[in-house]
């Protein structure tokens, strides 16, 4: 290795960076990590093998890093203290810290929404053989009522579908992570409606939004995009940027809909955020909570008390880290 640990723990860095090449995993991210770890383990003239909280909290003080790359230190530290405990070395295991963004995603409005699927079910496509006419619809709907990513929805194929169960399994998620997602008889209803007229002779192996011009293989992510844009404009949803380089309103926008709207329907119910979390982060197939906060940190100003009573749920599931 081009690289040298010298710390009390190097050894343990060294071991565990063999057994996750053996493991074929990434191994880049952790020499990273172990390096400036081991190198505060030197400046504080650390000889003991421990990693207490203490230690790693003090080390964490000292990285001028994004919340979210410091959550992704603190994810590679935790592995590597649960290996440090098997081995009977105390360590612990530092919680995640909240990640900020100033970037605040449109949240539609059910008015807006409901212009949207009417235009969308509406919409001429420029070419008058296109079939995105009847299928991106289809998929719009997928997306809203399951909050999935596009190139999730873009590559379900037909097996993918129990349309008795109400069930759509993602074999090509994000991570390599295969997930069972759920869908309501609404949908259920249009999906069988959409199989007998557009694929009558189906073997389960067609993809429900492939291209007849490219041999029945997905549309491109970018061949949604532009149609789902030009909906907007026809819908009279501005979509103008205010600053150079400012994200606008994209497809993936629903997925924050959908999730803001998940909250809303189980708040309604007498349902906590706490409650509800481990079902919607295994729902959009996030591997932390702190994946799905960020879908709720979003802007609600269409939504009276929305933003108070969604910040007072977040602050309850996720309190200020205090690092002082």
């Known amino acids: ?117 009417t235009v969308a079910d509406n919409f001429k496509a420029n070419a008058v053989k296109s079939e995105t006419s009847y299928k991106f619809p289809v998929m719009l709907r997928i997306l809203y009522g399951c909050g999935l990513r596009v190139g999730e929805a873009l590559a379900l194929q037909w097996e993918d579908i129990n349309l008795d169960e109400g069930t759509i399994t993602i074999k090509q998620a994000k991570n390599n992570k295969q997930r069972r997602v759920p869908f309501k008889d609404s949908l259920a209803d249009i999906l069988k409606l959409y199989r007998k007229r557009r694929f009558p002779d189906c073997n389960g192996s067609e993809f429900l939004f492939g291209n007849a011009d490219k041999d029945g293989k997905p549309y491109l992510q970018n061949t949604f995009r532009d149609w789902f844009i030009r909906v907007l404009r026809q819908a009279k949803i501005n979509n103008e940027r205010t600053a150079h380089f400012e994200r606008c309103i994209s497809p993936h926008t629903l997925r924050h809909y959908f999730t803001f709207k998940s909250f809303l329907n189980a708040e309604s119910q007498g349902v906590t955020l706490e409650e509800i979390m481990p079902y919607l982060s295994a729902y959009l197939g996030h591997e932390s909570f702190f994946g799905t906060e960020k879908y709720l940190t979003t802007d609600y100003t269409m939504y009276t008390d929305s933003q108070e009573r969604v910040a007072h749920a977040i602050q309850s599931l996720f309190p200020e880290v205090n690092f002082e």
């Open 1 to 117: 290795m081009a690289f040298s640990l010298t710390s009390s723990l190097s050894a343990e860095m060294y071991e565990y960076l063999e057994l996750l090449h053996g493991a074929e995993k990434d191994t880049e991210s952790y020499i990273s990590t172990f390096k400036s770890l081991d190198a505060y383990l030197i400046s504080m003239d650390i000889k003991e093998k421990v990693l207490s909280e203490n230690i790693i909290q003090a080390w964490l003080r000292t990285l001028t890093v994004s919340p979210k790359t410091k959550n992704y230190i603190i994810g590679r530290i935790r592995k590597f203290s649960r290996y440090l405990n098997a081995l009977a070395i105390p360590a612990a295991e530092p919680d995640f810290c909240r990640a900020t963004s100033t970037h605040l995603p449109h949240t539609f409005t059910d008015e807006e929404f409901a212009s949207i699927i």
